[in-house]
């Protein structure tokens, strides 16, 4: 009802302020008056009209501020969550850094201890082949000295034996071997 009555008087006051206009100063400071009336009664019906719809709007406008300012809250916090484990993770690289640099170095020095092994067995097996193998040919130089020296004691033996053995000396050699050689028959 009271909502009738100022639509009606919003409806009047603009034709009286018309006619007052028309008419003169003859209202005064009843056409200001009746100006702001009408001001305020225009703006008590949009209120009116509008309240629940704009309650509605600014209602679920602040619940979307609100739901966006609890997404950023979680955002955030994961994002200080994140930074916090990489900074933990920074922190401990400096010495992953440091245990994969000394596991390399025991590592590396490891592997060059077991190459210097590998290199004197090896080399161990080389000298004990070649100290084989000079035995070897050292026994087979001294079976030729040998042979040759026997050789040599030979050929010296029977040109000593040509030359000091005569035609007299081989005759009674010959002699003295039928001499046994018959007398075993």
Same mark, same amino acid.
């Given at each position: 009802?009271? $909502?009738?009555?100022?639509? #009606? ?5 603009? $034709? ?9 100063? !003859? ?6 008056? =009746?100006? &702001? ?7 008590? #019906? ?10 509605? &709007? &600014? ?9 966006? $300012? ?35 170095? !025991? ?7 077991? $190459? ?10 080389? #000298?004990? !082949? ?45 002699? !003295? &071997?039928?001499?046994?050689? =018959?007398?075993?028959?």
């Amino acid at each position: 009802m009271a $909502l009738l009555l100022g639509a #009606v008087v919003c409806l009047a006051l603009p $034709l009286g302020a018309w006619a007052a206009e028309n008419a003169g100063d !003859r209202w005064g400071p009843w056409l200001e008056i =009746g100006k &702001f009336a009408n001001l305020v009664l225009v703006v008590a #019906v949009l209120v009116g009209v509008a309240r629940k719809p704009l309650r509605n &709007f &600014f209602a679920s406008r602040s619940q979307a501020i609100r739901d966006q $300012l609890e997404e950023a809250q979680r955002a955030r916090q994961e994002a200080e969550a994140r930074l916090a484990e990489i900074d933990l993770r920074m922190s401990s690289l400096d010495d992953e850094l440091r245990e994969i640099g000394a596991a390399a170095q !025991r590592e590396a020095q490891e592997e060059h201890g077991r $190459l210097i092994a590998a290199a004197e067995r090896d080399a161990q097996r080389i #000298v004990e !082949r070649a100290r084989r193998e000079i035995d070897g040919m050292t026994r087979a130089a001294q079976i030729e000295l040998k042979a040759h020296v026997a050789e040599l004691s030979v050929r010296l033996a029977r040109e000593k034996i040509r030359d000091e053995v005569t035609d007299d000396d081989r005759n009674r050699l010959f002699a !003295r &071997f039928v001499a046994r050689v =018959g007398g075993r028959e």
